[in-house]
């Protein structure tokens, strides 16, 4: 039995609703009749207007008690996990919220549902109460049952009446609206598994690489299985059932998720409607969301209604409960153009022979190091750290004569870009940020020494490593702080942290933190040591 | 492989991007850079005010393009599943939303994400934009280590910059006020299952029966797998980590669904998070809901902050994604007591005794026909609406001295209650409802047969089923038809109509809608024999 986040199974909904409520902000509240009864109320209710009562079976959340407040529902009467709550628990509903203006019960087609919220009512009127019940019946899936169950398209009829009852309209008005809603509503739904019952074994009755069409929010099987291909073709199955029921009149599509699907697939999922048989009909859209789930089901469902311009306004207007998604126009794709500055704006060349025998022996230097670099590093990575150092440091010789060797600013920014196009992994993007984070010091005048320190405090900031940690770093840093007082003191400043290096041996950045201690004593860190050869044999 | 709603799994981010935006009414655009540049911006950005970028992998939706909008994210970009986006992705994100106020870059603690926004901001500067990054790092499933993850408390840094920057803060005042919210922000995950990569084998790493606390947002393993044992303790061993840590502040918590976790199952943990060990501390509350998702990971995390008043209001201010579910204060259970009315008032008896005796009589006319009854319903159902009905009488008979016998209207409503509380199954719903409103129409002053008519209108409406659905209906529509013209009439009518059930062999209502033809033909319905029997005794 598949492990789930609850306690007794038979406590399930009795804690979920008490955890609905704690998160509410005090919007809602309950009924004082558990287990037996468990009705969720508006907290703020003054029966000053017509109430709305919904419910049915949980396992559907948000819907229907997650739907409860202003704009929306007035209460929503739960039952257990896919079973119609008790004649009593819909007449406590009824009673505890229904006023002079009288009261609406919104009911989707189910047999249990039907007799329990209509006998409710039954017994309600009989206190001399105004109670009309309607009964949602949007599915299609099956089109030649006298009977179509009520599913997602429910919503469209909470919130219209919800915004009509908020409004101030008459329950007359309301359940006429309501009337017509239902029966302008279609709905359809597809998963690609079934839904795991609380503290039941799941059905396997979907087969891997079936998708079921037309199924219900019970779990209960669909029409049929069909091979599922891709997305496209799923969402096709079912909007190609639905286009010539909707001819060209626009509507309001309601997407839903059934639960399991993930907010990237149901995504992907709104890409499809737009681009489907239907695409053209879709003026409004509310979601993707998960509105009325079938627990953990994999699949989504569609409803469409050809709303009125006043029903769009109604959908749209304001309300209290955040698991409803709002009702937006479906619109193209807004694409603005790439913005300049991608494509690195090429530095202007420029001579300065110094500079440039200066920069060709740091890469040389390099580039001798390569196999000593690299057996080091096969100490405590991949045995490439010399291979890649060298590799960059041969692609900046090359590219000499396209620097602008007269100008520190623009050198420092265009050697970051050669490193970043040239040199692969974590060690090129973080002397591509020194040397870019430099370039930015020099364009505010700081002497050289101060811009490496800048660069330097960049990369630590950026790539999180500290002295210590077994980096480059560790004869960086001491290098550059000796740095005025010359090449020499920072040469040996380099070797000395360089060294330091071989007894660190709980690494904790870069891949050396990953190696064991016995692995990394007495080997000196690649980066460490690059650089102190680098200062060395500059000073020597 | 499971199947998913994707279609070419290379395409999957861009085009649940391309549905993210046509459902946004509008409200967001995105960059001219497919496939490799994928950037999502507020389509109303005029750079007024400081600019927010967040990003990193996909696969955390609605994290981070569904929190672009006014009042949170300026622009979101978006690598591959659980890939850092590229240099160049994060750099066209920062120019095109960067305006002389300065950007803001929100990096939750990856490497690739910390290298590529860092060298991206590194390059945004050499333009001369202002660019501050933070680094968000509120995991604390591994306490020793230095660099700790980027997790779902990202969301209390975006909402609380979002708010600012849109209040006109400056940049260095929403980048210290952002850094304090990372300094006091903790979070832990916890998990039942792993999550499945679009188009790759799920990795099976969580045994059932097992839970893994401390893992990541990218499918990585947790710090130590435990026994589950059911909700409660599965929320104690995150929030039992995270009390030491919190002390006696009141904190605001975001409750988060890791992407595959029920509706339900959210609101069972809300509740728990109310009684746990943290309860105490928790003030307000953000969700439960799916904000920092891994895929479809049946897991949920907890992110916890001290917040101030004035953060507070920050968290609560109005935001224009719908994927922010709010910030509430916590609060107990809100109980309202039951409505009067659930126990019925018991009738005040009278007597009258021909209508005990007529009362008497219908009763035992079922009484006697039980066996025949249950002989006909066994070969459409389960072989009991003769002992149901019988069973009913009975207790009809015992109730008679209990009833208000002199008075109709309270008559029929006593009828109705005795045979809701003695009657099981729909058909004691049903005839509950029958005589309840009759009633309703005796209280209006109606003439007999038109009571009873209006009791079969109310029958036919919440039952669903007509005449020529093989039901009781069959033979008391056309018996109360018949009434005005006496009780001979009636049951020849009723007579007529029985014997009809037996040709109907496709029916359209009632258990018999599941049975074959062949099992039907030449079988009266056993509902509509016994309102015959009824009116032909009674009538003789």
Same mark, same amino acid.
């Given at each position: ?10 406590? @399930?909904?009795? #804690? ?9 902000? !005090? ?19 003054? /029966? ?12 559907? #959340?948000? %819907? &229907? ?42 009911? /989707? ?18 206190? !001399? ?30 919130? $219209? ?12 008005? $309301?359940? =006429? ?18 839904? @795991? ?12 690489? /079936? ?6 929010? &019970? ?12 997305? =496209? ?28 699907? @993930? ?15 239907? !695409?053209?009909?879709? /003026?409004? $859209? ?22 009125? %311009? ?64 690299? %057996? ?38 265009? $050697? ?83 060294? &330091? ?8 950045? !870069? ?6 201690? #016995?692995?990394?004593?007495? &080997? ?17």
């Amino acid at each position: 039995m598949m492990t789930q986040f609850i306690n007794q199974k038979e406590n @399930t909904v009795t #804690e979920a609703i008490d955890g609905l409520i704690q998160t509410s902000g !005090g919007t809602l509240a309950r009924l004082d009749g558990y287990p037996h009864i468990r009705v969720v109320v508006r907290s703020d209710w003054d /029966k000053s207007k017509v109430a709305l009562v919904s419910g049915g079976g949980s396992g559907h #959340e948000p %819907a &229907h008690a997650g739907f409860v407040g202003e704009g929306l529902l007035t209460a929503a009467v739960c039952g257990d996990v896919f079973a119609s709550p008790s004649i009593d628990s819909v007449l406590a509903g009824i009673l505890s919220v229904t006023g002079p203006a009288g009261c609406l019960l919104i009911v /989707k087609n189910y047999t249990g549902d039907r007799l329990n919220f209509g006998l409710a009512a039954e017994r309600a009127r009989a206190f !001399g109460l105004k109670v009309n019940m309607i009964i949602v019946n949007d599915d299609i899936a099956l089109p030649d049952l006298p009977q179509p169950r009520g599913v997602a398209g429910t919503l469209f009829v909470h919130k $219209i009446a919800g915004a009509m009852a908020q409004a101030g309209a008459s329950l007359a008005e $309301i359940t =006429k609206a309501a009337e017509r809603v239902i029966a302008g509503t279609k709905s359809l739904g597809m998963s690609l598994d079934t839904c @795991t019952v609380p503290g039941s074994p799941k059905e396997n009755r979907i087969p891997q690489g /079936k998708a079921e069409l037309g199924l219900g929010i &019970h779990g209960e099987a669909g029409v049929e299985q069909i091979e599922y291909e891709n997305a =496209k073709q799923a969402l096709a199955a079912v909007t190609d059932k639905m286009a010539p029921l909707m001819g060209t009149a626009p509507h309001v599509v309601l997407l839903n998720n059934l639960g399991g699907t @993930t907010v990237l697939e149901m995504s992907v999922l709104a890409n499809e409607l737009a681009q489907s048989s239907i !695409g053209k009909n879709v /003026k409004f $859209i509310i979601g993707p969301a998960a509105m009325m789930t079938s627990l953990d089901m994999r699949g989504f469902s569609i409803s469409v209604y050809p709303a009125t %311009a006043e029903e769009i306004a109604l959908l749209q207007a304001p309300c209290a409960s955040s698991a409803w998604p709002g009702c937006v126009e479906m619109k193209p794709v807004t694409v603005f153009k790439l913005p300049d500055g991608l494509t690195p704006i090429a530095p202007i060349p420029s001579e300065h022979d110094a500079t440039a025998k200066f920069l060709t022996k740091c890469c040389n230097i390099l580039i001798e190091s390569e196999v000593d670099l690299n %057996a080091l590093d096969a100490q405590s990575g991949d045995g490439d750290t010399g291979s890649t150092l060298a590799g960059a440091a041969r692609a900046l010789i090359d590219a000499l004569d396209r620097m602008p060797l007269a100008d520190h600013t623009q050198l420092y920014r265009a $050697i970051g870009q050669e490193l970043s196009q040239t040199m692969g992994g974590s060690l090129g993007v973080l002397l591509a940020i020194f040397f870019t984070a430099a370039g930015d010091a020099a364009s505010s005048g700081l002497p050289m020494v101060a811009t490496l320190q800048e660069g330097l405090k960049r990369v630590q900031q950026i790539g999180g490593a500290q002295v210590g940690d077994r980096t480059m770093l560790d004869a960086l840093q001491p290098a550059l702080d000796e740095l005025e007082n010359g090449l020499r003191p920072a040469a040996d400043a380099a070797r000395k942290g360089a060294i &330091h290096t071989s007894t660190i041996v709980h690494a904790k950045a !870069g891949r050396a933190s990953y190696i064991s201690p #016995e692995q990394l004593q007495g &080997h000196i860190d690649p980066g460490a040591e690059a650089v102190a050869r680098l200062f060395e044999q500059l000073s020597a």
